[in-house]
């Protein structure tokens, strides 16, 4: 084949292939690459709480709100009342118009009478100590303890106290003998001692 035929022939080949491989020595432009057009993305569910907040509880129809406590499991232990008849010497406990207990007691002897009035039951004690008002002598708990087994307060002016309580001295219940406060069985404060709670309604008569 002559020189002039074979320069033909490359001239009439490069063009033709020369977009379709890459020949030896000869760097090739990578054509640009086309932008992806944007997808819709599907939206996010909404939340059922947002995060930056505390969720908000689910209130139910109160048709399935459980009562508590049942109606046939009420009583009438909120509706306790106390009411102390000095002149009788008598303690009575009232569960609404009912009148359930009532314990003999001793009451204040004369100059240290126990106040009348309303009060409320202020605080209560197992086994107390006691503090003799007159030395500042303390007795611990124990039976020689003139507080007896339980103190359920009542009354106080600040500095002086009265309350309920048991006794070691059987012998003074029904009497005029303490200091202004409320004598009972040890049997019967132990009684009275799961019948009040703080805030149970206490109303002394002369």
Same mark, same amino acid.
């Given at each position: 084949?002559?020189?002039?035929?074979?320069? @033909?022939?490359?001239?009439?080949?490069? $063009? #033709?292939?020369?977009? %379709?491989?890459? *020949?030896?020595?000869?760097? =090739?432009?990578?054509?640009?690459?086309?932008? @992806?057009?944007?997808?819709?993305?599907? $939206? #996010?569910?909404?939340? %059922?709480?947002? *995060?930056?907040?505390?969720? =908000?509880?689910?209130?139910?129809?109160?048709?399935?709100?459980?009562?508590?406590?049942? $109606?046939?499991?009420?009583?009438?232990?909120?509706?306790?009342?106390?009411?102390?008849?000095?002149?009788?010497?008598?303690?009575?406990?009232?569960?609404?118009?009912?009148?359930?207990?009532?314990?003999?007691?001793?009451?204040?002897?004369?100059?240290?009478?126990?106040?009348?009035?309303?009060?409320?039951?202020?605080?209560?004690?197992?086994?107390?100590g006691w503090t003799n008002p007159f030395t500042g002598?303390?007795?611990?708990?124990?039976?020689?303890?003139?507080?007896?087994?339980?103190?359920?307060?009542?009354?106080?002016?600040?500095?002086?106290?009265?309350?309920?309580?048991?006794?070691?001295?059987?012998?003074?219940?029904?009497?005029?003998?303490?200091?202004?406060?409320?004598?009972?069985?040890?049997?019967?404060?132990?009684?009275?001692?799961?019948?009040?709670?703080?805030?149970?309604?206490?109303?002394?008569?002369?």
């Amino acid at each position: 084949m002559t020189n002039t035929l074979r320069s @033909l022939i490359v001239s009439l080949t490069v $063009p #033709l292939f020369g977009g %379709l491989l890459a *020949l030896p020595g000869v760097a =090739q432009t990578p054509a640009p690459e086309q932008p @992806l057009a944007p997808t819709a993305l599907a $939206p #996010l569910p909404t939340p %059922l709480y947002r *995060l930056d907040r505390d969720p =908000q509880p689910v209130k139910l129809p109160a048709s399935e709100l459980r009562k508590w406590p049942p $109606p046939d499991e009420l009583t009438d232990t909120q509706t306790v009342e106390l009411v102390l008849q000095l002149d009788q010497r008598q303690l009575h406990v009232y569960q609404g118009d009912t009148l359930e207990k009532t314990f003999p007691v001793a009451v204040g002897k004369t100059g240290w009478e126990t106040p009348t009035g309303s009060f409320e039951v202020s605080y209560m004690l197992e086994n107390p100590g006691w503090t003799n008002p007159f030395t500042g002598d303390l007795m611990p708990p124990g039976p020689n303890n003139p507080l007896g087994e339980r103190w359920i307060a009542f009354w106080t002016d600040g500095r002086n106290e009265i309350g309920f309580h048991g006794t070691p001295n059987r012998d003074s219940i029904g009497q005029a003998a303490s200091h202004g406060c409320v004598r009972l069985y040890n049997e019967h404060i132990r009684e009275l001692y799961e019948l009040v709670t703080p805030g149970t309604l206490v109303t002394v008569l002369q």
